[in-house]
């Protein structure tokens, strides 16, 4: 890294993992999968600006970067451009393609590191265990990882492959909590 890079920051979000993991902790386990739950337009859960606001607190954001099949995903429209978050449209190849996002964040991430040293810390949203070997080689990169996932659906080997995690609903209720004027 040059003297003239400041340390940055890359988050990438496994974004439908997420939106599943919330949306079956509103309506019920297993709700999200359902076909009249995945495949119809989806009700905006995800905090969008809370989860910025944290990344954004290690560094600036180097990329912001969302995976997942948008076409269910519009009535995030507004927060997403608010955050300028890049959008990589998945087209599932079958009903039941699980790990596309995970992969190609996977990939990415990777490959974001190999040519970006200014990037010092990683930000994952999402919460599969299959995110366990790219934290492995982040680590192992210098690089510092942060983790950000739903509280019942977050694998803990994740979460304990990470620096630091952040179970998305207690980011939610920090945020949301009143301030207490001192006595």
Not at 140 to 161: C, E, M, P, Q, V
């Amino acid at each position: 890294m040059s003297q003239n890079d400041s340390p940055t920051v890359a988050l990438y979000w496994d974004f439908e993992n997420l939106h599943a993991s919330l949306c079956d902790a509103r309506l019920g386990e297993g709700s999200y999968n359902k076909p009249d739950g995945r495949f119809k337009a989806q009700e905006p859960l995800i905090d969008v600006p809370t989860i910025i606001e944290l990344a954004s607190s290690f560094g600036p954001l180097a990329i912001n970067r969302a995976y997942c099949n948008w076409q269910y995903f519009g009535r995030y429209r507004d927060a997403l451009l608010q955050g300028a978050v890049e959008l990589i449209q998945l087209f599932s190849p079958g009903a039941s393609a699980k790990n596309g996002a995970d992969i190609r964040l996977c990939l990415d991430a990777m490959e974001d590191l190999g040519r970006f040293e200014h990037i010092r810390t990683v930000v994952i949203v999402g919460g599969d265990s299959d995110f366990m070997p790219v934290a492995q080689k982040i680590r192992a990169s210098g690089r510092t990882l942060i983790g950000i996932g739903a509280d019942k659906s977050t694998n803990r080997h994740w979460a304990r492959s990470c620096q630091a995690f952040h179970y998305y609903e207690q980011l939610v209720a920090e945020r949301d909590a009143p301030l207490v004027a001192p006595l």
